[in-house]
């Protein structure tokens, strides 16, 4: 069955933390992606990546950064968390076809207090 | 700019009635793709059908439809027999490249027994 893993359900995180969210897929996907879900302004992208190495800026990359080292690893870095970065934030990854659509992870519920 | 709207924060329906979710969007691209996905209450987020741009003829998948109108850049979401399961979050995305795709706010759908 493949998948997309996030290696945390839910984290909490004090305030000026360096926090890393990591996910792993197993199905040789080219793009990963990292979004932000939040209650009435559905996913927003943060940052993507459509090879080892690359990285692009989403719609709010700021706070965030991003490392993808191999293929199948995709990690997302809060340098400094801040409360309003309190969110769901779900992995995703894709073929570099435009039907294909994308598979999600399962999400990381991060609380900074 | 691709904007996704949807405008019904939350439905409900009756088990084994029909339940039209709605989805419009704006774009002056002429060839992309849609996309309907759920999302359970255990988060991991699924696609549920997808649509592409030139193809007139609305997609299917069991009991899930679409009626798919590229003039009026609407997209909407017909499921029929709901049935408990159904029960989620609902996103309706649009993608022309394969590096951006644009989510709604999402559509909570509750279904009574």
């Known amino acids: 069955d493949v998948k997309v893993t996030q290696s945390s359900r839910y984290l909490v995180k004090r305030t000026g933390e360096k926090v890393f969210l990591e996910c792993v897929q197993d199905m040789d996907h080219e793009n990963m992606f990292w979004y932000r879900q939040d209650p009435g302004l559905g996913l927003r992208l943060i940052y993507f990546s459509y090879d080892v190495k690359m990285k692009e800026k989403g719609d709010i990359p700021e706070g965030y950064s991003v490392s993808r080292e191999k293929k199948e690893r995709f990690s997302l870095i809060l340098e400094s968390a801040s409360t309003n970065q309190t969110s769901m934030y779900l992995c995703a990854s894709s073929l570099p076809v435009l039907d294909y659509g994308y598979t999600f992870g399962s999400g990381t519920r991060l609380t900074v207090v | 700019a691709q904007t996704v709207t949807q405008s019904q924060p939350e439905m409900s329906v009756q088990e084994a009635e029909t339940v039209t979710l709605s989805c419009t969007y704006d774009t002056s691209e002429s060839d992309y793709y849609l996309f309907w996905y759920k999302q359970p209450p255990s988060r991991q987020m699924i696609l549920v059908i997808r649509q592409e741009a030139y193809k007139q003829q609305n997609a299917t998948e069991n009991r899930f439809s679409v009626n798919f109108q590229k003039a009026a850049k609407s997209f909407s979401l017909k499921i029929s027999d709901s049935q408990l399961g159904d029960a989620a979050m609902y996103f309706c995305?649009?993608?022309?490249?394969?590096?951006?795709?644009?989510f709604g706010a999402g559509t909570r759908l509750t279904v009574k027994p």
């Open positions: 995305a649009f993608e022309y490249n394969n590096n951006d795709m644009r």
